[in-house]
């Protein structure tokens, strides 16, 4: 491998190392997302190509690493923008589920629980009471990927409405919601 190394240009290898990683790292974070949301099997068939890459990247690093340790400072900032990549193509991705849950002025929450049954969301509504006046929390399951517009219907209505999202495992159950 040394040889073959020796052969190609600099410029070339550091691209290929920080292209490189770059494209690992990214996969690597799209993969634990992925994992942690429970599509297991896509997330086993994406970690082969993520080892056969990184295996590749670490030999071309260690290989001479003293006489060049620029590749060193190559393959840590790909690594940092990698982490950068992954998270902006996740986000693109959105897989899963999140709980959203909107505090909203009484008056408002039965207009609320309409427009967003309307687009096929199923809505639990329960009393509660602020500290002036009484309210109604708004809890809805969405996809990911209807998180900005649901944000947006919600603001909507009030810009100073409190609104939560959490990231949730698969749900069971529920109306508008896929069972698994």
Same mark, same amino acid.
């Given at each position: 491998?040394?040889?073959? @190394?020796? %052969? ?6 550091? &691209? =290929? $190392?920080? +292209?490189?990683?770059? #494209?690992?790292?990214? *996969? ?5 997302? @992925?994992? %942690? ?6 997330? &086993? =068939? $994406?970690? +082969?190509?993520?080892? #056969?890459?990184?295996? *590749? ?23 940092? #923008? ?99």
């Amino acid at each position: 491998m040394s040889e073959l @190394l020796d %052969t190609v240009h600099p410029l070339f290898l550091y &691209s =290929f $190392i920080f +292209f490189g990683k770059i #494209l690992e790292v990214s *996969i690597s974070t799209v993969r634990i997302v @992925l994992i %942690t949301k429970g599509e297991k099997l896509i997330g &086993s =068939f $994406i970690a +082969f190509f993520e080892v #056969l890459l990184w295996v *590749i990247l670490a030999v071309t690093i260690l290989t001479d690493i003293m006489s060049d340790p620029f590749k060193v400072v190559v393959y840590a900032l790909a690594f940092a #923008l990698g982490n950068f990549f992954g998270t902006m193509i996740e986000d693109k991705i959105a897989v899963g589920t999140i709980r959203v849950e909107a505090i909203v002025r009484k008056d408002l929450g039965k207009k609320i629980s309409l427009e967003l049954r309307e687009r096929g969301f199923g809505v639990t509504a329960t009393d509660a009471y602020g500290k002036e006046d009484r309210k109604e929390i708004l809890i809805v399951h969405i996809p990911r990927k209807e998180m900005r517009p649901t944000l947006d219907l919600l603001k909507s209505y009030d810009e100073q409405m409190m609104i939560t999202i959490n990231d949730i495992r698969p749900v069971y159950g529920g109306y508008g919601i896929l069972r698994k």
